[in-house]
T-cell receptor, first 118, second 112 residues
Framework: DADVTQTPRNRITKTGKRIMLECSQT?????MYWYRQDPGLGLRLIYY???????NKGEISDGYSVSRQAQAKFSLSLESAIPNQTALYFC?????????????????FGPGTRLTVL | ELKVEQNPLFLSMQEGKNYTIYCNYS?????LYWYRQDPGKSLESLFV?????AVKQEGRLMASLDTKARLSTLHITAAVHDLSATYFC????????????FGQGTILTVHP
């Protein structure tokens, strides 16, 4: 079974619709992240959460919101989708500092959600 | 704010040849990560470099970190087709409170 799962894997929607992308993990990690990937731009951080009560904006949070429902679940919402939010979205998890067995803040990625906004 | 730049962005190699991907970063980063992404797939962690002078090797890939020069390299030895993928470096973690900043990625194609 995959350690980090994302649903849906693909989604096509229309401008103005509300969309929720979900992420679940069985790695027992405290930290979770949402990124978007666009060709030629690498990955850019949208939001991150270091525990259930901690939510932080990343580099490109405008137009997005998140919810950390439990240690294992972190959802990303687009309240009113627009075409330039068409991208590949990744969820990632990592352990806390000092508890990674010498691997720093190594992040583990889900399979991604391909979102198209028409 | 940490900025990470990779070069080259596109790399076409012949099988059997050697090459290096460079990753420069703009401010202090006490750790550097390398990831691989196959087309349509997720990112797979390759290397975690946690200190100046760190060198890690796995098969035909070797990564190093020079924190004074703010430079990490990913060296490919005797390339094979299976290494064709996109490679990302990412800096941060640690004093960046766990956040990673990714480079643009290097698309590597290995051909006969």
């Amino acid at each position: 079974d995959a350690d980090v799962t994302q649903t849906p894997r693909n989604r096509i929607t229309k401008t103005g619709k509300r969309i929720m992308l979900e992420c679940s993990q069985t790695k027992g990690h405290d930290r979770m992240y949402w990124y978007r990937q666009d060709p030629g731009l690498g990955l850019r951080l949208i939001y991150y959460s270091f525990d259930v009560k901690d939510i932080n904006k990343g580099e490109i949070s405008d137009g997005y919101s998140v919810s950390r429902q439990a240690q294992a679940k972190f959802s990303l919402s687009l309240e009113s989708a627009i075409p330039n939010q068409t991208a590949l979205y990744f969820c990632a998890t990592s352990d806390s500092e000092g508890s990674t067995g010498g691997r720093g803040n190594e992040q583990f990625f889900g399979p991604g959600t391909r979102l198209t906004v028409l | 704010e940490l900025k990470v730049e990779q070069n080259p962005l596109f790399l076409s190699m012949q099988e059997g040849k050697n090459y290096t991907i460079y990753c420069n970063y703009s401010t202090t980063s006490d750790r550097l990560y390398w990831y691989r992404q196959d087309p349509g797939k997720s990112l797979e962690s390759l290397f975690v470099l946690l200190s100046n002078g760190a060198v890690k090797q796995e098969g035909r890939l070797m990564a190093s970190l020079d924190t004074k020069a703010r430079l990490s390299t990913l060296h490919i030895t005797a390339a094979v087709h299976d290494l064709s993928a996109t490679y990302f470096c990412a800096g941060g973690g640690g004093t960046s409170y766990g956040k990673l900043t990714f480079g643009q990625g290097t698309i590597l194609t290995v051909h006969p």
